[in-house]
Every structure is written in structure tokens, then in C-alpha cells.
């Protein structure tokens, strides 16, 4: 008789390495699987596509399919990158229709926004495993980041955590490589919302800026050239493309000039009253003024890449702010404060 094959199971899991970086990987799959389940169930509840959050989505894709580029309704700006993924999300479907796809279309935004919360959380050496489980605490808890157009701040996070690694990159080729990287996720960024491409720009120079300050390494300087002329071939490229491929297209940044007249008209047209108690507007103006010193006393008494992770953030997190004093209503207000949260979860050990 054959005899059964032991394994001990405690010596075999004593061989498998299993340290800090490890445990980040653990902690950041376990939750981003508990996030999708969350959006795979909420995807399925059905709505009414007359509603204002229904038809807005809808209008990605059929746009797209009517061959409109980059446009505006009334809840937000959108380009062409934010159409292509809800139109990728209804080409998923049977009937290939945006009236049916509206269900995929939610999953399908609120599952980047999930991988992009990873990508974030992975990239930066400096977050912790502990701070990754407080920062998903946080996110469930507070309902952050499974709105649809939540994207576009986890993108600006991103934006900000790519800045910081190329602050934090140890040889030139390198930096180098992280600035280049931030440029063109910059003109992803761009395409998705012009607003978001705006404020990415401005708080990845800043954060250089003050990267190059906080570790004392002017190279750092001479990777915002880098960023600002990756973002620009880019650009070029784009209106390039528009310009071959369109018999319509005019002049050649006649992209850019549209996109600056539609966020303008956006600001124009439609700013609401602030919809905030003044209670509940004085608490998040606490914790916005507690993140903002906690981040200055880390410039000062932290290590330097730790404060320059930090300055990062916070710099996306005050350029992201104005975008509640546009349309301020409770989900814009919510949207715009969410990246000062992640800052305090952070900071919360």
C-alpha cells in the first residue's frame, strides 16, 4: 500500500518569505478584490437612465459612437479618454447599445478606479502596509472612491505618487524615466478631463519643486523640463493625429482652443451654492488645515523623501479643492475633499 504524502504545512510557510513588501502586496489584493465586489453589486442595481448620473454616463459612449470628441453636460467635462473607456465598457455588451451598457459602464470606471488605487498604493515605497489597510478603512468606510467620476481623483493621486518616485529615483536614467512617465500619464490624465490634466500639471511641478528643495538634489529640477516636455510632445502628437485623420479639423490646436472654451463655459454656467452645513464645512476645514500642518512639520522634522511623498500629496490636494467651489454640491464637495482624507489616513499612524 501506497503511503499518504505528509507535508508539513507551519515549515513550509516558515520558507516562504514573507516580510513588509509582502504584506503590502497581501493587504492592497485582499482589498482591491473586496473593492471590486463592492462595485460588481452596485453595478447591478438598476436605475433609472433618465436620471441625471444614468444619462451623463450614457452620453460617454453614444457621443463617441456619433463621432463627437471631448464635450461637457451637467455634471461634468469629459474628453476623449473617459468616452473611450465607456465605450470599451459598451462594446462588452450583447446589444453593443449605450442604453443597455449602463450597468458595465459603472463597473467598469469604478474597477479602474480600484486598479488605479493599487497602482498608487504599490508605487510608493513609503506607504505602508498598515497605512494601506487604513487608507481602504477609510475609503469604505466613508464611501470614497466608488462614485463613478471618482476616477479623476484617484488619477491625481496617481499623478502625485509618479512625481514623488521620480523625487525619489536613485540614478539620473531613472528619473529620467519616472519624469517621462509622469508626463504621459499627465496627457492621460488631460484626456480624461481637461480640468484633471490642469491640476495634474500643477501639483506634479510643484511637488518637483519642492522635492528638489526638501532632498537638496537640483537634478530633480531638470526632470520638470523633462515632465513639461513629455506633456507637450504629447500634445502635439494628439493635435497632429486630429489633423491627419479629420477632414473637418481646422486649425491645428483647435482641440486645445474648444477644450479651454468648454471648461471655461463650464465655470461660467454652472456654479451652485454651496450645499454644506456650516458645522459639517467647519470640520472638513479642520482636518484640511490639520493635514496641511501635519505636512509641513514632516518637512521639517521627517525624513526627506517621506516629506516629499507628503508635499506631493498635499499639493493635489489644494489644486483638487477648487473644484468645489464650482458646482458645489454634497457629492462635488465630497470629491474634492477626498484626497485631503487619504492624506490624513496616511498620517494616521
Known amino acids: 500500500m501506497s503511503k499518504l504524502l505528509k507535508i508539513d504545512f507551519p515549515s513550509l510557510l516558515h520558507r516562504i518569505p514573507f516580510g513588509p513588501r509582502q504584506g503590502k502586496i497581501a493587504v492592497v489584493l485582499i482589498f ?4 471590486l465586489s463592492i462595485v460588481l453589486v452596485r453595478s447591478q442595481v438598476a436605475r433609472d437612465p433618465a436620471a441625471l448620473d444614468a444619462s451623463s454616463l450614457l452620453g460617454l459612449a453614444s457621443a463617441l459612437q456619433q463621432g463627437a470628441i471631448s464635450g461637457r453636460d451637467f455634471q461634468s467635462m469629459y474628453g476623449p479618454a473617459a468616452q473611450i473607456l465607456a465605450w470599451i465598457a459598451t462594446m462588452a455588451t450583447t446589444t453593443r447599445s449605450a ?13 479602474a478606479s480600484a486598479l488605479i488605487a493599487a497602482v498608487m498604493l504599490l508605487i510608493c515605497d513609503r506607504i505602508s502596509w498598515q497605512q494601506c489597510a487604513i487608507f481602504y478603512a477609510f475609503s469604505i468606510l466613508l464611501n470614497l472612491f466608488f462614485d463613478v467620476f471618482d476616477v479623476r481623483t484617484l488619477l491625481l493621486l496617481l499623478n502625485a505618487a509618479f512625481a514623488y518616485r521620480t523625487i525619489a529615483a536613485e540614478t539620473v536614467p531613472r528619473q529620467t524615466a519616472w519624469a517621462t512617465a509622469s508626463g504621459l500619464l499627465c496627457f492621460v490624465s488631460q484626456l480624461v478631463s481637461l480640468e484633471l490634466g490642469i491640476c495634474a500639471a500643477i501639483a506634479v511641478v510643484c511637488g518637483l519643486i519642492a522635492g528638489s528643495a526638501l532632498t537638496r538634489n537640483a537634478v530633480v529640477l531638470l526632470e520638470v ?9 504629447a500634445n502635439l502628437g494628439l ?3 486630429f489633423k491627419l485623420t479629420s477632414s473637418s479639423y481646422g486649425l491645428l490646436f483647435d482641440y486645445h482652443s474648444y477644450a479651454f472654451e468648454i471648461l471655461r463655459g463650464f465655470h461660467n454656467s454652472m456654479g451652485t451654492l454651496w450645499a454644506l452645513s456650516l458645522v459639517k464645512t467647519l470640520v472638513l476645514l479642520v482636518v484640511s488645515l490639520y493635514v496641511l500642518s501635519m505636512c509641513v512639520v514632516a518637512a521639517w522634522g521627517s525624513d526627506a523623501l517621506d516629506a516629499s511623498l507628503l508635499a506631493c500629496f498635499a499639493f493635489a490636494a489644494v489644486m483638487w479643492l477648487k473644484t468645489a467651489l464650482v458646482s458645489s454640491d454634497i457629492s462635488q464637495i465630497a470629491s474634492a475633499f477626498a484626497p485631503m482624507i487619504v492624506i ?4 494616521a499612524t
Open 344 to 347: 490624513f489616513s496616511l498620517l
Open 99 to 111: 442604453l443597455d451598457a449602463y450597468g458595465m459602464i459603472t463597473f467598469v470606471f469604478c474597477a
Open 225 to 233: 523640463e523633462v515632465f513639461v516636455a513629455t506633456l507637450a510632445a
Open 239 to 241: 493635435v497632429v493625429l
Open 32 to 35: 482591491s478584490l473586496c473593492w
